[in-house]
């Protein structure tokens, strides 16, 4: 069983579309969070969500919007996409301080 | 705030050689502190942690030691492998903030 699995893994639309990202996981964690992977490999947390609450909204445009149905799911939805948004998303969940992260595969979102 | 310095990449080494890389953190009270791999097209896996000072990470080889007094947290590994190709991530978690801090990443390609 994968711990933390994303869908889709590969994603490409264009300019203007709405599109979803759904994570799941199986390991009971409180807390997950969205990350966006650059082309340098740079990561910028975007949300997190402990227990269905959202705790972290960094600096993201309101275009992307996460949603937590249960402590176990974490989508993000994004409206009219940007070239800019392409980039590798992904969610991760958190056991507790000492333990940091189990990480999805990802999905890589290309937008033309 | 919470802040992670590692050695610019890319590295690249003969297989067999020695491989260090440096990280350094800035943080609020003692943080826990992490090193996670990313192979290329996966997601990231943790690789080892420390979660206090003094503490040595190991795992598949690799070795880091949590140094409070140079704040540092550098990997090591005695004789690395074409496998080891990957880039790695330097990162802590002290808990005022929810979230992992991440380094920007080191890329480490080894040669036959």
């Known amino acids: 069983d994968t711990a933390v699995s994303q869908t889709p893994k590969y994603l490409v639309t264009q300019m203007g579309n709405d599109k979803s990202i759904k994570c799941e996981q199986n390991l009971g964690h409180d807390t997950m969070y969205w990350y966006k992977q650059d082309s340098k490999k740079f990561l910028k947390i975007m949300f997190s969500?402990?227990?269905?609450?959202?705790?972290i909204n960094e600096t993201v445009p309101n275009r992307f919007s996460p949603k937590s149905p249960d402590k176990a799911h974490l989508n993000l939805h994004i409206n009219s996409l940007e070239l800019g948004d392409s980039a590798v998303y992904f969610c991760a969940s958190r056991g507790g301080r000492d333990y940091g992260y189990t990480f999805g595969s990802g999905t890589r979102l290309t937008v033309v | 705030g919470d802040s992670v310095t590692q050695m610019e990449g890319p590295v690249t080494l003969s297989e067999e050689a020695f491989l260090t890389i440096n990280c350094t953190y800035t943080a609020t009270g003692y943080p826990s502190l992490f090193w996670y791999v990313q192979y290329p097209g996966e997601g990231l896996q943790l690789l080892l942690k420390a979660t206090k000072a003094d503490d040595k990470g190991s795992n598949k080889g690799f070795e880091a030691t949590y140094r409070k007094e140079t704040t540092s947290f550098h990997l090591e590994k005695g004789s690395v492998q074409v496998s080891d190709s990957a880039v790695y991530f330097c990162a802590l978690y002290s808990g005022g903030y929810q979230k992992v801090t991440f380094g920007t990443g080191t890329k480490l390609q080894v040669i036959p």
């Open positions: 969500y402990n227990n269905k609450e959202l705790i």
